[in-house]
């Protein structure tokens, strides 16, 4: 069984679908942290996306790996634990454009269909519903309030030790959106077959038992017909 999520930016996604990939006892699989590895190790290597052959080949010698650690998915680079450091502000301002890529998002789509295949798992990202897995058993595509987003977003950094105005989170948001949703290699777009779900009054419960009941009602619907 595939479960797809998709949304923007903080809307939610990693944290519903850790839920409710232990609620399932299904495998989960973070696709932005993928891309904020790449992102880390370019920024890291002072390496441009405008650099394209010495990016491409620094993509290819780029050992990434990921596993599940106190239910925790964590994310090495050649062997290294970046878990912490992917989701630092500055990797957030700049993986938007390392994201658009052709190159690393071809990688990218092949690692993550070889990740599930052969498991039932929940995966959540931006184009997962329309081109990773089009034809996913669940798709869900989550979505909140510029504002709400922001203030969730904020609780994350300051987890980090780094903390940022809400103004200037408002602003990056709206910005990696849009760059998300306009770039032409699959922007981030809601499946015709996704359910939507607003969270912005909703709680991480909420979220999670909304989910788990959609898809257990419809798999109750398909063994009835
Ligand atoms: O979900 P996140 O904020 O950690 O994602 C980081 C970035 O990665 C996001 O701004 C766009 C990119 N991304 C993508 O292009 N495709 C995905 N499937 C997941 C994330």
Same mark, same amino acid.
């Given at each position: 069984?595939?479960?797809?999520?998709?949304g923007p930016a903080a809307s939610g996604k990693s944290t519903t679908a850790k839920l409710v990939a232990k609620k399932l006892g299904i495998s989960y699989l973070d696709t932005g942290g993928m891309?904020?590895?790449? &992102?880390?190790? /370019?920024?890291?290597?002072? *390496?441009?996306?405008?650099? *394209?052959? =010495?990016?491409?080949?620094?993509?290819?010698?780029?050992?990434?790996? $990921?596993?599940?650690?106190?239910?925790?998915?964590? /994310?090495?680079?050649?062997? %290294?634990?970046? &878990?912490?450091? *992917?989701?630092?502000?500055?990797?957030?301002?700049?993986?938007? #454009?390392?994201?658009? +890529?052709? !190159?690393?998002?071809?990688?990218?789509?092949?690692?993550?269909?070889?990740? %599930?295949?052969?498991?039932? $798992?929940?995966?959540?990202?931006?184009?997962?519903?329309?081109?990773?897995?089009?034809?996913?058993? !669940?798709?869900? /595509?989550? /979505?909140?309030?510029?504002?709400?987003? %922001?203030?969730?977003?904020?609780?994350?950094? $300051?987890?980090?030790?780094?903390?940022?105005?809400?103004?200037? +989170?408002?602003?990056?948001?709206?910005?990696?959106?849009?760059?998300?949703?306009?770039?032409?290699?699959?922007? =981030?777009? #809601?499946?015709?077959? %996704?359910?939507?779900?607003?969270?912005s009054v909703m709680t991480i419960d909420e979220q999670v038992d909304f989910i788990i009941d959609a898809i257990r009602s419809n798999m109750k619907g398909k063994k009835n017909e």
């Open positions: 069984m595939i479960v797809t999520i998709d891309y904020r590895c790449i &992102t880390f190790s /370019f920024m890291k290597n002072n *390496i441009s996306y405008k650099e *394209i052959s =010495l990016a491409k080949r620094h993509l290819k010698k780029l050992n990434m790996s $990921i596993c599940e650690k106190n239910e925790t998915q964590h /994310f090495y680079i050649n062997g %290294a634990d970046v &878990t912490n450091e *992917i989701r630092s502000n500055e990797v957030s301002k700049n993986v938007s #454009k390392i994201s658009s +890529l052709d !190159f690393v998002r071809d990688k990218m789509v092949e690692t993550q269909r070889k990740y %599930a295949k052969e498991k039932s $798992i929940i995966v959540e990202g931006r184009d997962i519903g329309t081109v990773v897995f089009p034809k996913a058993d !669940f798709k869900f /595509f989550l /979505f909140a309030d510029e504002k709400v987003r %922001a203030k969730r977003r904020q609780k994350d950094l $300051i987890r980090n030790s780094e903390n940022q105005s809400l103004e200037e +989170l408002i602003d990056e948001i709206r910005l990696r959106d849009k760059l998300d949703s306009e770039r032409e290699n699959s922007p =981030l777009m #809601k499946a015709k077959d %996704a359910i939507v779900i607003d969270t």
